[in-house]
């Protein structure tokens, strides 16, 4: 189906088509680009999308959005006076002449994994949309939002910050009917200071709910009673908490499988389902999620039959063999919070527990490092294997006993983890994204080859 013809593009942006052209999708690079795309041409810091224009016309793009003609491209364009702010009016165009129900995701942790579950859950409901990979920045949220079809019944989106008002402007292109935070916890707090910044941030969210929307928060967390309170100061119709807790709340959790079977009451109907994945955090999230289809009007019950298919994402929990040994791959991303939660999903496990981490960036002063110790130690883990000066502190904080090695890089450390891996182990790779622990996650798989 068509999703953008040169009209309604010129008519969103104040542009000019150089010829008619008919798109089926977006976007910005040249290597993920499928046939028909509108190729949309971003300046970055470091890179210029003009200078990709040939490339996305090589590559069977259907137009291309640009500010000017680069030099040797024949292909149909766009141009308008700026790329970002005509992405920005597409994604406003789109959710103007869409009928779906649109839900958007937030939180310091589970942002992306709750998305996928509201996908799945969706997904058996009508045709659903959601935000590609972690698409929730600046232009990430506009691009999910301008790739919207218009048929699609439902809608799902990330949104992301490391700033004050960020998530206030994203919101306002994408305008739900139901907002949910996932969690509220220390991440980014060097930009922050604190979890109640973090909160008020986060709750941004609210503002920009669509006339009559409703509000998802965390009921187990200790900013819940803030998060409600900035709810109500937004002027939401209904405030709804959800966890172990509140109007919708998980029972309980039993591994089945490589997943999970949950029991869940959700907003007074009780649920028992198959999660294909498994820990506590991803049940919360589903029971978050599931009250998001509640609170649609949606069917809960044939929602909840779609999570059976839902597995943790690459980078978020996703597990394979290597060989001898299970790897639990959390490397894409990293604070106190979500470390514990994979923490206590390995303290589940079989045989020896090895924790690999990396540094948690962005955390500010603090000992928040040294404080994985005791979730550490609470999941029986046997060995750490850290990495990064800021792991440092927690490789001092450890009794000798659970010692497995330190580096001051990932590259370093991937060759002394594999000397001492020993069958039957699992071990759980962890780290924010720039202490770059996929180098251990590649490392392990090439042992399995």
């Known amino acids: 189906m068509t999703l953008w013809t040169s009209t309604d593009a010129e008519s969103a942006t104040l542009g000019k088509a150089s010829a008619p052209f008919a798109v089926n999708g977006l ?25 990709f224009v040939r490339a996305a016309f090589d590559a069977k793009a259907g137009a291309a959005l640009v500010t000017h003609r680069p030099e040797g491209v024949t292909g149909a364009l766009l141009t308008a006076a700026h790329t970002q702010r005509a992405l920005e009016d597409l994604a406003r165009a789109a959710r103007a002449r869409s009928n779906a129900r649109i839900l958007a995701v ?20 009508g045709r659903t949309h959601a ?23 439902y809608g799902v989106f990330e949104i992301g910050m490391n700033h004050f008002g960020e998530i206030r402007n994203l919101v ?13 916890a220390p991440a980014h707090l060097e930009f922050f200071g604190s979890c109640d910044a973090i909160a008020d941030a986060k709750s941004e969210i609210f503002e920009g709910l669509a006339p009559g929307g409703i509000g998802l928060i965390p009921a187990d967390s200790d900013y819940a009673d803030r998060l409600a309170a900035r709810a109500a100061q937004a002027k939401v119709s209904r405030i709804v908490r959800f966890g172990k807790s509140g109007e919708a709340r998980l029972i309980s959790f039993v591994p089945d499988g490589d997943g999970m079977r949950v029991k869940a009451d959700i907003l007074g ?28 009007d949606g069917d809960v019950l044939n929602a909840a039959a779609g999570l059976k298919n839902f597995k943790a994402l690459k980078g978020r929990g996703a597990q394979f063999k290597a060989g001898d040994i299970t790897v639990i791959d959390e490397s894409y991303n990293a604070n106190p919070a979500s470390m514990a939660a994979a923490l206590a999903l390995l303290a589940a496990a079989k045989g020896r527990k090895l924790a690999v981490l990396g540094d948690m960036l ?50 370093a450390l991937a060759p002394v983890l594999l000397k001492a891996l020993k069958p039957g182990d699992t071990v759980l790779v962890k780290g924010s994204f720039g202490s770059k622990m996929s180098v251990i996650v590649e490392a392990l798989k090439a042992r399995q080859a």
């Not at 976007?27 to 999308?49: C, H, M, P, Q, Y």
């Not at 698409?135 to 048929?151: F, I």
């Not at 294997?385 to 497995?404: D, I, T, V, Y």
Request: hydrophobic share 45%; proline share 4%; net charge negative.
């Open 269 to 296: 109907r009780v649920v028992d389902f198959l999660v294909g994945a498994p820990g506590a955090h991803i049940a919360v999230n589903a029971v978050g999620a599931l009250a998001a289809v509640a609170l649609m």
């Open 27 to 51: 976007s910005i690079d040249t290597r993920t680009l499928k046939e028909g795309d509108l190729f949309v041409a971003l300046k970055g810091d470091n890179r210029d999308g003009h200078d």
């Open 106 to 125: 937030t939180g310091s942790a589970g942002k992306t994994t709750t998305k996928e579950i509201l996908r799945h859950a969706l997904n058996g409901l």
């Open 362 to 411: 962005e955390m500010g002063p603090g000992d928040h490092h040294a404080a994985l110790a005791a979730p550490i130690a609470a999941a029986n883990t046997d060995q750490v294997f850290a990495s990064g000066l800021e792991m440092k502190a927690l490789w001092e904080a450890l009794p000798q006993q659970r010692r497995g090695a330190y580096a001051e890089n990932s590259a």
């Open 172 to 184: 306002s292109f994408v305008r739900p009917h139901v907002a949910l935070i996932t969690t509220i």
């Open 131 to 153: 935000s590609a990979a972690s698409y929730n920045n600046h232009w990430g949220v506009p691009l999910s939002l301008a790739s919207l079809p218009q048929d699609a019944e």
